[in-house]
């Protein structure tokens, strides 16, 4: 009896290993177009002003994450904010969280400094497109 799997058996291994293989890049991909999608098609910044609340809400020196919104925004002195498009430039998922100062791209990893939009670690190359934003009378308007 030979110790190794006949190579009929061996056939057999390999091509379950190949759709695993496949059904995981399958999963990879479909978990990229559901967080692709979960930001709808809409383009990357907002075509028409958008509410965010309470200016109150982004801390002073730190930066809040609008995530059903896509936007950023910081506020890197008292009453000055900045927002930013929270859509990865690398393909298109919207990023998960912000931590300390970089916001987080959930599907390849790319880190975005939250205060000027710049890739701080790739895949993405591009910055994160700047939107208007300013408060008015306590709330924050984008676009
Ligand atoms: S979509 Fe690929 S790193 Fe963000």
Do not use: W
Not at 8 to 16: F, Q, S
Not at 69 to 89: M, N
Not at 108 to 116: A, L, N
Request: charged residues 15%.
């Amino acid at each position: 009896m030979p110790a190794s799997p006949s190579p009929a058996r061996r056939t057999v291994l390999r091509g379950a290993a190949a759709l695993a293989g496949a059904a995981g890049a399958g999963a990879a991909l479909t978990a990229c177009s559901i967080a692709t999608n979960s930001g709808g098609n809409t383009p990357a910044t907002p075509t028409a002003p958008v509410e965010l609340g309470a200016a109150a809400d982004v801390p002073v020196g730190g930066a809040k994450l609008y995530r059903e919104r896509k936007l950023i925004v910081s506020c890197p002195a008292e009453g000055e904010y900045k927002a930013f498009s929270a859509q990865c430039t690398h393909a298109g998922c919207v990023l998960d969280k912000i931590v300390e100062g970089e916001g987080n791209c959930p599907c390849h990893g790319s880190r975005f400094d939250v205060s000027t939009g710049k890739v701080l670690r790739g895949p993405a190359t591009d910055p994160l497109p700047a939107v208007p934003v300013r408060a008015e009378n306590g709330n924050l308007v984008a676009g």
